[in-house]
């Protein structure tokens, strides 16, 4: 089945450690995005990438990092300079952007700062 | 800067009702609208995509309507079901950008 696998699902941290969450579509889609969603506040954009090895800054990508070597794949590191990492974490996919892309997104990750 | 709006945050209904649900956004040069679904705890599920240049969608008991000049859409779920309970978010994809504007949602709830 075509879609997007995000893991883990759950991720527990200490502070001052950096993770890094997967995100793998199979959909042939060549942009992918992250996004940050908290109680309250809607989902808020992290980075993004509309191809292979490029990518840019949302709206709050202060402390995080991606890289975008393969199509497939487009994985986010929250490092240590992230002041609130504790969040639900969402990879989505579309497959030629803003002009006529229709977004879909994974299951979501869900990190936890001790 | 775009902003999208869903009022009311929630709604709570009983089985069997139609209904409708409100989003707003500030700029009309949009791309195009986005429907989402999300129950607790999972992504989103992309329920309708309206592009700039038509001006509903409809996909089984859900239709959705996109009036640019106004800055307005409505998702119309017709005799609503439990299952039906969930957030439904909208989102617009902004003009000359590459990013989607989503507002805060709307969590819906369906007595049976």
């Known amino acids: 089945d075509g879609g997007i696998t995000q893991s883990p699902k759950y991720l527990f941290r200490k502070e001052g450690q950096n993770v890094t969450l997967s995100c793998e579509q199979n959909?042939?889609?060549?942009?992918m995005y992250w996004y940050r969603q908290d109680p309250g506040q809607g989902l808020r954009l992290i980075y993004y990438?509309?191809?292979?090895?490029?990518?840019q800054k949302g709206d709050i990508a202060e402390g995080y990092s991606v890289s975008r070597e393969k199509k497939e794949s487009f994985p986010l590191t929250v490092t240590s300079a992230q002041k609130n990492p504790t969040a639900f974490y969402l990879c989505?996919?579309?497959?030629?952007?803003?002009?006529?892309?229709?977004?879909?997104f994974g299951e979501g990750s869900r990190l936890t700062v001790l | 800067k775009q902003e999208v709006t869903q009022i009311p945050a929630a709604l709570s209904v009983p089985e069997g009702e139609n209904l409708v649900l409100n989003c707003s956004f500030t700029?009309?040069?949009?791309?195009?609208l986005q429907w989402f679904r999300q129950d607790p705890g999972k992504g989103l599920t992309s329920l309708l995509l309206?592009?700039?240049?038509?001006r509903e969608q409809t996909s089984g008991r859900l239709n959705a309507s996109l009036d640019k000049s106004s800055g307005r859409s409505t998702l119309y779920i017709a005799a609503s079901q439990p299952g039906d309970s969930a957030t439904y978010l909208c989102?617009?994809?902004?003009?000359?950008?590459?990013?989607?504007?989503f507002g805060k949602g709307m969590k819906l709830t369906v007595n049976p």
């Open positions: 309206i592009q700039s240049s038509q």
């Open positions: 989505a996919s579309s497959t030629t952007g803003g002009v006529t892309g229709e977004l879909f």
């Open positions: 989102a617009v994809w902004e003009g000359g950008s590459e990013k989607l504007v």
């Open positions: 700029d009309s040069a949009i791309y195009n």
């Open positions: 959909l042939n889609h060549d942009a």
């Open positions: 990438s509309q191809i292979v090895n490029d990518f």
